[in-house]
């Protein structure tokens, strides 16, 4: 048998019918299910008559929507939202979904929720309409996110219609210096290859630095496999995963652990397998990033400074050029003075146990800057609970940092957590898009720590400097 | 589905590289539980000022490609979120073909399932395509899905490739879920065998 991929290994695993032109039928182990992208599939549904195919298959929980803060308990004010996430509620009864409404101390961001409730193992699909899927590919899951219409489809049908991507390898050697994480690998990656690299492929990590990560930092570097284009990004299982894995409330339990141990350990990419693309970065030359621009390839070590768009190329010129005048920048402005009102720690990127830790460690007895707005918005009720026993809230809560409820957030600024016009925030989330956090609003990524430092100092920084 | 066949119309250039799916449709938009009615807010920010009122510098509010049908646009159109209300708010607008170097991969899915063809031609025939969308409302393009064929207002005609599968469903407006459920017996055969070899799941 010739070597197979870690990918080919799943996707093969899981092809209910092949067509003569290679158009296959996956069938789908897991669907996630939040309430912007399902409610017009719901319907769809309703209409054709059809029910849900394997609903003990498909997981429901309401995140972009909800609001923040503690008065939620009283309802949510925007009617709009309002009405999503009672369409969600609706639907999840109707159809007989698992489902964790806002309300349950389990509610959070899909991609933070599935994993900690044991619903993403590896080897599985996962699919869930939202690009942020690709996070559960840390478990050697292969997972992606869809539009509505395939919500629809795998719903009636527990399937999609797909066509195989090309395999690439990104592989990390060595160790990673101090004040560099999972978030730091990830955009240096996507600063890589660009936006647009990773089209058509499904990646997978590989290499010392990445097996050195924790699942929380594995799910970073996959969760961001979107932003380079790619379709899902791969790390294979190993002890890190079966230990994060076992005892979660639905993951196998006893013999049928063992037997799903056995074929887990299968799922790995075989010596001499082709790869159609192959990048390699060291871990000790990765540095504490930021992004200066409105697009995740735009991303540069917090000691460069803004780049001149004249010395990029093609199509490039334009966009380096209006990202620069949206970001209100200068090219050769060093991005370690670039001042920063906001700080945001949360998201499927960055909103887990590990990153608030980070965060934490940073900000312990010390103050933000006066008059920064700074935010912590766990991934999870569950996150937030563990994090309080910790002593991680009062740390954030001293400093001076709002302490939030579970859910997107500003990430994607649905809920009431929105930039004004003109303001900068520093985040840990994972697209730094015009408008992407309110409309006019400026976004520069980076990991948790560097975010805590600018709260800190009230500007982009270094975090190594306060290490 | 409406059934693809043929579309005559205005191409509008958009040559931006990375128009993500936040300039296509902002969040603040995606909290409607319907499909219709998006084409009003398609481009958003881009297209309305922020106090309100047209932006006049907006390809799409110039008098030439208000009735836009093609969409030349630049490298990697469509990134970012899986918000299938981006194709839905081009659909409303009236856009029904989109051309660009590269597409992002959730958002060129999306398109098929509504009915919008994306098309990926080469740099070379991009620019030429680019051109000729910026000549305005009497330049009108053509696209032919069933000899996949693109033709300028000059009588340049460009070839494209599309996936067998896809161009079937769109010509004849198929529906999906309806093809799949005819494979019914193939994916309750693949349950019966998944549940022997992976009972977990």
């Known amino acids: 048998m010739s070597p197979k991929t870690l990918y080919d290994k799943i996707w093969d695993a899981h092809v209910a019918h092949e067509a003569d032109d290679g158009t296959c039928l996956l069938y789908i182990d897991r669907h996630l299910v939040h309430e912007v992208t399902s409610p017009q599939a719901f319907e769809g549904l309703r209409m054709a008559g059809r029910p849900v195919r394997a609903p003990e298959k498909t997981i429901a929980v309401p995140d972009h929507n909800v609001p923040t803060t503690a008065d939620r308990v009283n309802g949510i004010e925007n009617p709009e939202s309002r009405i999503q996430v009672e369409a969600l509620d609706k639907n999840a009864k109707d159809f007989g979904i698992h489902y964790y409404p806002v309300h349950d101390v389990r509610q959070g961001i899909v991609h933070i929720v599935g994993p900690e409730q044991g619903w993403t193992l590896p080897g599985m699909t996962v699919v869930c309409g939202d690009s942020h899927t690709a996070t559960h590919g840390a478990f050697g899951a292969l997972a992606h996110g869809i539009g509505t219409s395939e919500v629809e489809h795998v719903l009636a049908t527990q399937t999609l219609i797909q066509k195989k991507s090309k395999n690439m390898k990104v592989e990390i050697t060595g160790k990673l210096q101090p004040g560099v994480t999972a978030k730091d690998i990830t955009l240096a990656v996507i600063g890589e290859t660009g936006t647009a690299g990773g089209t058509g492929y499904v990646i997978e990590y590989c290499g010392e630095a990445i097996r050195d990560l924790s699942m929380e930092g594995r799910m970073t570097v996959c969760n961001m496999a979107i932003e380079g284009g790619a379709r899902a990004g791969l790390i294979a299982p190993d002890e890190t995963t079966y230990e994060y894995v076992n005892g979660r409330p639905h993951a196998p339990k006893g013999a049928q652990w063992e037997a799903a141990l056995n074929w887990w350990k299968t799922l790995y990419t075989d010596e001499d397998a082709h790869f159609d693309k192959v990048i390699t970065l060291r871990g000790e030359d990765i540095a504490p990033v930021v992004t200066w621009g409105t697009s995740p390839e735009d991303v540069l070590p917090i000691t460069a400074t803004v780049p001149n768009p004249e010395d990029f190329e093609g199509g490039k010129v334009d966009a380096a050029r209006r990202s620069i005048e949206y970001m209100g920048l200068e090219a050769g402005q060093k991005l370690s003075d670039v001042e920063v009102d906001t700080v945001f720690i949360g998201s499927c990127t960055n909103g887990r146990i590990e990153d608030l830790r980070a965060a934490a460690e940073i900000l312990k007895g010390k103050k933000i800057k006066d008059g920064m707005r700074a935010m912590v918005v766990p991934g999870s009720g569950l996150v937030r609970a563990q994090a309080e026993e910790e002593g991680l809230a009062d740390i954030f809560k001293e400093a001076g940092f709002e302490w939030r409820l579970a859910g997107c957030s500003m990430c994607l600024a649905m809920n009431p957590d929105q930039l004004q016009p003109g303001e900068r925030c520093a985040a840990t989330s994972n697209r730094n898009f015009e408008g992407r956090q309110g409309r006019g609003g400026r976004t520069h990524l980076l990991s948790p720590a560097m975010a805590a430092a600018a709260a800190i100092t009230g500007r982009l920084t270094d975090v190594r400097e306060l290490m | 589905m409406e059934k693809f066949e043929k579309v005559h119309g205005v191409a509008a250039p958009m040559p931006l590289i ?46 030439a490609y208000r009735q836009t049908e093609i969409l030349v646009a630049g490298d990697n159109f469509g990134c970012g979120s899986s918000r299938e209300h981006a194709p839905w708010a081009i659909k409303d607008f009236g856009i029904k073909v989109v051309i660009s170097t590269s597409f992002a991969d959730i958002f060129f899915n999306n398109c098929f399932k509504n009915g919008i063809l994306p098309i990926v031609v080469e740099e070379e025939h991009h620019a030429v395509l680019m051109d000729d969308a910026h000549k305005g409302e009497n330049a009108r393009m053509t696209v032919h899905l069933e000899d996949q064929q693109i033709t300028t207002s000059d009588g340049v005609v460009i070839e494209f490739d599309v996936d067998p599968h896809r161009k079937h469903c769109l010509l004849n407006g198929l529906d999906d879920i309806g093809l799949t459920m005819e494979k019914d017996h193939h994916i309750d055969k693949f349950e019966n065998h998944a549940s022997q070899a992976r009972p977990w799941v």
């Open chain 2, 18 to 63: 990375n128009i993500d799916t936040d300039m296509i449709i902002p969040k603040v938009h995606l909290k409607t539980i319907k499909r219709s009615g998006l084409g009003v807010v398609l481009f958003d920010e881009m297209r309305y000022h922020d106090h309100g009122g047209e932006n006049e510098e907006f390809v799409l509010n110039k008098p």
